[in-house]
């Protein structure tokens, strides 16, 4: 087997062991600034870099070198606050943060925890800290993380201390929603896509795998399903109440009425104040299918979104479909999808996970994903040319975009 | 007492590999870490109060997992971690 290239155009890579690792407890003299792309991977975080035309990224960290990062991201209310979701194989998750541009982490004083119940049921112990969202933008300091199990929590003060959201952890139905815990996916149940109205701080949405889909008009106090019109995965009714896997969601943040999902079982859109799920990945060519995890969306045009479908087919492998790497990309609201191939590998064999597909706000906007096998891939003209703009990182589970503001 | 602190938690202690703390129970030693090294004792004991997979706590070169365990001034405490993983 021949070994895998760097295509040409991918000047921008440089090559690890450029920077020293940065240890999370010492105050190093990372500063990020413009547009960076924070990426998590299993063995820490790194920051690429760009320059201001977006031709050259360059490879800084990582941070946290053998941490699991699942989730490094920017608070874009002040543009300098970064929150990462992490931990070890064999330390507790917990939240470090930074207000200083990456200069200095702190760990958060009370990380994401579970309370205890209120009867005899045996605590639950937060095994993942997996997403992170910025709250609404008129909550500065204001965030939630989602865990795996299924917790959600609420910190007022910039991520230094949460606390669980009790309307879901303490849930009557959350038993009956998460389901058995000892059939739980080796890889963790998570709370994932927690969504803030941008008109509403009150009005959320969030994803879990063992339930569905969640909304909540009162800030989290309540909740409720908002599954129709979606398939699920297992069992013999496929239209249940719950029991459906979302793998990414999201809505738009111009048109706050649109919601995307890129689920277990096809691609869906959401037209609120609808309830119901339509399925776009129908649209999709049908030796591609429309399976896969992450979903991204232009910033600016809510009929065009960014998908990375993978092989659902028999054992589900989860690569990409015929080992022939490619982005989906729809202009109309999912009616139509293009294929998007052209600067990739003829063979690969990566997964795409939910956190590591984003776009930037750019004229022409940057679409960039991380890889299973540890590559970090961009376009700046929205998908018609991609390039490795890293190789040879751990196993990416996050890609976010940061614009920093100094 | 002294304490042994395995590598993946030097970070908390400024790199130290043995610190001083006290505690009459492993439970009330191990706050007394957290006192002295915040956050440390999140990463080795979960919120129900259970030591977490792959930590082990070694009294007089004997492996406890009883946090109640009562501990007197003499005590030889090493908190180490199992080596697995990938």
């Known amino acids: 087997m021949s070994e895998p290239t760097i295509p040409p155009g991918s000047r921008a890579f440089e090559p690890l062991g450029e920077s020293p690792p940065l240890d999370p407890h010492r105050h190093e003299p990372l500063a990020l600034d413009g547009l960076t792309l924070l990426v998590g991977t299993k063995k820490g975080v790194f920051f690429l870099q760009g320059d201001g035309e977006r031709e050259a990224f360059v490879l800084n960290g990582p941070a946290f070198l053998g941490h699991i990062v699942q989730h490094a991201i920017v608070d874009p209310r002040d543009r300098r606050t970064l929150l990462i979701a992490l931990r070890t194989g064999h330390l507790g998750p917990t939240v470090f943060r930074s207000t200083d541009f990456g200069r200095s982490w702190q760990e958060a004083s009370k990380p994401p925890a579970f309370a205890k119940p209120k009867d005899d049921r045996k605590s639950n112990v937060v095994e993942i800290v997996f997403w992170l969202t910025p709250g609404h933008v008129d909550e500065p300091g204001v965030w939630y993380a989602g865990t795996s199990p299924e917790g959600l929590f609420r910190s007022e003060d910039g991520g230094d201390t949460w606390q669980p959201v009790a309307g879901w952890n303490d849930h009557p139905n959350w038993v009956r929603w998460t389901g058995d815990m000892k059939e739980r996916n080796p890889d963790g149940s998570p709370i994932h896509s927690i969504l803030i109205d941008p008109r509403d701080r009150r009005h959320m949405y969030f994803g879990t795998g063992s339930a569905g889909v969640f909304e909540s008009n009162d800030q989290g106090e309540s909740w409720h399903l908002l599954n129709t019109g979606m398939l699920s995965p297992t069992g013999p009714d496929p239209h249940p109440e719950y029991g459906y896997d979302p793998h990414c969601m999201t809505l738009h943040p111009m048109a706050p009425d649109l919601l995307y999902q890129q689920n277990h079982c096809g691609i869906y859109r959401m037209r609120r104040p609808e309830a119901r799920w339509v399925r776009i990945g129908d649209n999709m060519p049908r030796e591609i299918g429309d399976i896969g995890f992450p979903i991204a969306l232009h910033p600016r045009d809510p009929d065009t979104a960014w998908v990375f479908p993978m092989d659902g087919t028999d054992v589900w492998p989860r690569t990409c479909p015929g080992g022939k790497p490619a982005v989906y990309r729809t202009r109309d609201g999912g009616e139509t999808w293009a294929r998007l191939d052209r600067g990739f590998p003829a063979r690969a064999w990566y997964t795409v996970l939910r956190q590591s597909m984003a776009v930037d706000s750019e004229r022409s906007i940057g679409v960039y994903f991380g890889t299973t096998n540890g590559e970090v891939w961009g376009s700046t003209d929205e998908g018609e040319e991609w390039r490795c703009l890293a190789a040879h990182l751990p196993h990416v589970y996050s890609v976010e975009v940061a614009n920093f503001a100094r | ?86």
Do not use: C, W
Request: aromatic letters at 4%; a negative charge.
């Open chain 2, 1 to 86: 007492m002294k304490v042994g602190i395995p590598s993946v938690l030097q970070s908390y202690t400024g790199g130290a590999r043995t610190v001083d703390a006290d505690g009459a129970t492993v439970a009330a030693l191990l706050l007394d870490l957290d006192a002295r090294f915040p956050g440390i004792r999140f990463r080795m004991v979960n919120e129900a109060n259970v030591l977490r997979p792959h930590m082990r706590v070694f009294v007089n070169r004997e492996s406890t997992a009883d946090l109640g365990r009562t501990l007197t001034p003499d005590d030889e405490v090493m908190i180490l971690h199992a080596l697995s993983g990938g």
